[in-house]
């Protein structure tokens, strides 16, 4: 499973944008990137998922440079709900479907 | 649909006493999976399922012990809890691996177990 690296937390007020970058320097041709987000009290939930370019959906839109060594996701105009932490994970079909969670990026959204 | 559902919320055990810890899906999912996640830490795997009748380790396994009772149902029992143990439990679960497609990581997960083990 390729190591990931992202912050330890970012601060950011409502109605920004949030940019949270995770470093993925030995992603496998088949591995896909995947973010979750995890409310205090309750299990991660699935954001978003991408292998190259860019992917938007409802919730937040993720960058992927051609080298895909990195990867960005984007949170438009954040809110004070969006506050919890984002995990980047990155996996592909191989070795069956199990995760590895790192500690994740800490987003604090203040008013 | 209830999606993913996890019984007990809260428990409070004395070390060296047993107990299970349920989990249910109603998704027709394949594969299901146990974690804990201890204060300030990410999710750690510890033990997964990918069909009913087979079960395999994660990263923590020892002091665990799964079985899955059939395609809905995963437990994780206790044997003898220890204060180690102290954590808060998630079970999840996910479609076979590719056959949604692209998203091999989508995991579904409950609300979590609290378990304190003085």
């Known amino acids: 499973l390729a190591k990931t690296t992202q912050p330890i937390s970012m601060d950011s007020y409502e109605g920004q944008e949030v940019n949270i970058t995770c470093s993925h320097n030995n992603i496998a041709t088949n591995d896909y990137i995947t973010w979750y987000q995890q409310f205090p009290s309750q299990g991660p939930r699935f954001i978003i998922q991408g292998y190259k370019t860019k992917v938007t959906n409802e919730v937040a839109s993720l960058f992927i440079p051609a080298d895909r060594k990195s990867s960005t996701l984007s949170l438009p105009r954040v809110s004070l709900s969006d506050t919890a932490v984002y995990y980047c994970?990155?996996?592909?079909?191989?070795?069956?479907?199990?995760?590895?969670f790192g500690t994740g990026t800490q987003l604090k959204v203040e008013l | 649909n209830a999606g993913v559902t996890q019984t007990p919320k809260f428990q409070v055990l004395k070390t060296g006493q047993s107990m299970t810890l349920q989990c249910a899906q109603d998704m027709n999912h394949n594969s299901m999976y146990w974690y804990r996640q201890d204060p300030g830490m990410g999710l750690r795997l510890i033990y997964y399922s990918a069909s009913e009748g087979t079960t395999d380790k994660g990263e923590v396994p020892n002091g665990y012990n799964v079985s899955r009772l059939n395609k809905r149902e995963f437990s994780l029992r206790l044997e003898s809890a220890a204060p180690s143990q102290t954590s808060v439990y998630f079970c999840?679960?996910?479609?076979?691996?590719?056959?949604?497609?692209?998203?091999?990581?989508?995991?579904?997960f409950g609300p979590g177990t609290r378990l304190t083990v003085l």
């Open positions: 994970l990155v996996k592909g079909p191989g070795g069956g479907n199990k995760l590895t």
């Open positions: 999840a679960s996910s479609e076979d691996q590719g056959s949604s497609g692209r998203l091999y990581n989508e995991q579904f």
